[in-house]
Every structure is written in structure tokens, then in C-alpha cells.
């Protein structure tokens, strides 16, 4: 029962306290952001677009850039890294590597999710792009080319420095990327407890979330004096997967309460719904200078994550892009929208089915007569 009591209150909370009214009393933290990962659309947010100390948050990129690369097959789980002078004297959390000791990428991975490991961050971070000069331009190039406003990176660890920032809402976007694209990170970051070093170096996770939180598996903490307690969490339940972000609060026991609370927020009072499935075929057009009409199939799922009360009010609109043929099977020529009144809920592209040859002459002056027609009616 005592297990249950954080998650009984977390429900608690989630129920009484009604959304964009959160005082300070009940989100006492610097900022905060809730999203779902298939839409991203944005269910909570505070502050989430200022710019504060991150801590060990950071490792989210670095874990980013790590999975890039054995995905990408420029690096190898088992390949072997030997610990170099500046990792093992890194500072604050740390597996207390020793200069020429020689650990796998797995196992230093492990370090890098479960315990925060500095050391280990370096290590890796040296042993990928050469130098940690390097991978620092690396992690910058990258929050640059996902579109992040707010974010520069002045170190692979989180140690404070005052051109080393980033946002909620930054951070929820660089989560999404991590744990969408490379799920197999989430194998490291739900670990509860492990061990290096032949058993001699227990792990324990710095997030007690894992074990505790219904659906939990990763994702990140940190901790400075200056950055306060911080959290990047993410959950999965019912086929929806929630990020949670806290940063700023006053103690670990409030960034979880924080966390859980506002998780259960987001699974009790929304739903993620697939509307309208890869493959379907959701109309026909006849594309310009087109032989006949062409069926239009959808090129992915069209998933929706709304609140439960407005699943039934979802309609579907189909918005196409002019296009002219001959085209081939599988072109893009719109989007199929989904909406609740005017708000736009979910998207998915909208392909042609076939391949489109090209009318003959006389079928194309038809139907360009027919257009003329058509809009100088439309301007009487």
C-alpha cells in the first residue's frame, strides 16, 4: 500500500487542480511542459520557453548523439573505449574511471543513463568526435538543426557555466527525438539497479521513478545548486507516450511529485486515437491535366490526442496541394486534417494511390474550359 501512496496522490492532485490555474503552491518549480510524443502536441506548459541551467539534463543530447551514432552504425555497443586523463578527473557524478581504464560504449551508455556518469559522458563524448570540443559543436549544430531557440551547449555533462542553457520546452523536443527515433535508449534509462565492473560497481538509477510510476521508463535527472532539481521523464500507457519536464524544483521528492502529478494529468484526462489508419484510401481528386481521377491513400497513421470529451467531436478534412500531372504512384498532394471546431488536432500526408498519366489534348482543353467557366462563375 505504501508503494501506491505517491500515485494515489499524484491523482489526487491531477483531479483537483484545473488546468492553466497551477499557482505556485502547486508547481513550485521554474518552469515545466507536458507533451505527447506521436503528435507533439503540447497538453501543460510553464515557463517553457526560458532559459535555465539544465544540470545533468543535458545528457539527454549526449545520449542523443550517442544513439545516432551506433544506429547509424558509426560506432558499436561492444566497441571498447579506453578512459583518457580528462575523463576520468571530470567532477560531481561519476563511476570514478581511471586514466587507461577500458570499459565497452554498452556499459558506459549504462553509466551515462542509470547514475549521470560524467566521466563517462567524456570518455564517450572523446572517444565518438575526437575531442569534447567537438562533440560540444556536434550537440550545438544538432539542437540547431531540430530548430531549438533556446538552447547552447557548453559542455557534454551539465556542469554549471553560464553559456550552457536550454528550456522545457527545448528538452522535451530533444526527448522526443531520442526516445521516438531510438527507442532502444529506454532499454538503459528503465534500468532500476545494474552493475560494472563485474559486479564491484552497483548503479542505482538516479531516477526513482523507475519501479515506482506506472509505465515509467526513463528518462533523465540533474541537480546543481544553481540549476535546482530537474527532471525529464517519460511514461507509456493505453499506446500513448507522455514527456514530462520539470526544472527548478526545490527537492527531489517535490520534481517527482511534480512529475507524477502532472503524468497522470495527461493520462487521465486525454486519449491518443488513431482516426485514420496507414493505407486507407480517404477520397479521389483528379489531378490537373490528369486522364482520370485518382484515389487517394494515406501515407501514415492519423493520430489524434485529445481531451476524452472531445474524441467524438473529431471530423476529418482533406486539404490538397495543387499538383499537375503526369505524376508517380506514391506523390504527395495533401493532408488529411483532423479537427475539433477550427483547432487542427492531427495531420498525416495523403499520396496517390496510382500512377497518373497525362490526359490527351482534347481532355485537357475540356477540363481547362470547365476551370475558366468555374471561376468566372465564382466572381459574378
Not at 497551477?22 to 517553457?48: D, S
Not at 496541394?321 to 486534417?337: F, M, R
Amino acid at each position: 500500500m505504501k508503494k501506491w501512496l505517491p500515485v494515489m496522490l499524484a491523482l489526487v492532485l491531477a483531479l483537483i487542480i484545473p488546468e492553466g490555474v497551477w499557482g505556485a503552491e502547486y508547481f513550485p518549480a521554474k518552469a515545466g511542459i507536458l507533451i505527447e510524443t506521436q503528435t507533439g502536441r503540447v497538453i501543460f506548459a510553464r515557463n517553457e520557453h526560458e532559459r535555465l541551467p539544465p544540470a545533468s539534463v543535458t545528457k539527454v543530447m549526449t545520449m542523443l548523439l550517442i544513439m545516432e551514432a551506433v544506429d547509424g552504425g558509426k560506432a558499436r555497443l561492444d566497441e571498447k573505449i579506453t578512459t583518457n586523463r580528462n575523463a576520468a578527473g571530470m567532477g560531481g557524478s561519476q563511476i570514478y574511471l581511471r586514466e587507461g581504464e577500458v570499459m565497452t560504449l554498452d556499459k558506459m551508455l549504462k553509466a551515462i543513463a542509470i547514475v549521470s556518469a560524467n566521466d563517462a559522458s567524456t570518455a564517450v563524448a572523446e572517444h565518438l568526435y575526437g575531442s569534447t570540443e567537438a562533440f560540444i559543436d556536434a550537440m550545438n549544430r544538432r539542437a540547431e538543426a531540430m530548430g531549438l531557440q533556446n538552447t547552447h551547449f557548453a559542455n557534454e555533462t551539465g556542469l554549471p557555466d553560464p553559456n550552457h542553457y536550454t528550456s522545457v520546452y527545448d528538452v522535451a523536443i530533444i526527448t522526443r527525438e531520442l526516445v521516438t527515433k531510438h527507442p532502444g535508449i529506454l532499454k538503459y534509462t528503465s534500468i532500476k539497479t545494474d552493475s560494472i565492473r563485474n559486479g564491484e560497481f552497483i548503479l542505482w538509477n538516479t531516477n526513482k521513478l523507475i519501479g515506482e510510476y506506472p509505465g515509467v521508463d526513463g528518462l533523465k535527472t540533474g541537480h546543481t545548486q544553481e540549476a535546482g532539481f530537474c527532471l525529464v521523464a517519460t511514461a507509456k500507457r493505453d499506446g500513448m507516450r507522455l514527456i514530462s519536464v520539470v526544472f527548478g524544483a526545490p527537492s527531489n521528492g517535490k520534481r517527482l511529485e511534480l512529475t507524477k502529478t502532472l503524468l497522470e494529468k495527461g493520462f487521465r484526462n486525454y486519449v491518443h486515437k488513431i482516426v485514420a489508419k496507414k493505407g486507407e484510401t480517404v477520397g479521389k481528386t483528379r489531378i490537373n491535366e490528369g486522364a482520370r481521377q485518382t484515389p487517394l491513400v494515406l501515407a501514415e497513421d492519423l493520430a489524434v490526442v485529445v481531451e476524452r470529451e472531445q474524441l467524438a467531436k473529431v471530423e476529418k478534412d482533406l486539404v490538397l496541394i495543387p499538383k499537375t500531372a503526369p505524376l508517380p504512384k506514391g506523390t504527395v498532394v495533401g493532408n488529411l486534417v483532423a479537427k475539433v471546431g477550427n483547432e487542427a488536432v492531427g495531420q498525416a500526408p495523403v499520396v496517390t494511390g496510382e500512377q497518373v498519366g497525362r490526359a490527351n489534348f482534347l481532355v485537357r482543353l475540356w477540363w481547362s474550359l470547365v476551370r475558366w467557366f468555374t471561376n468566372l462563375w465564382r466572381r459574378r
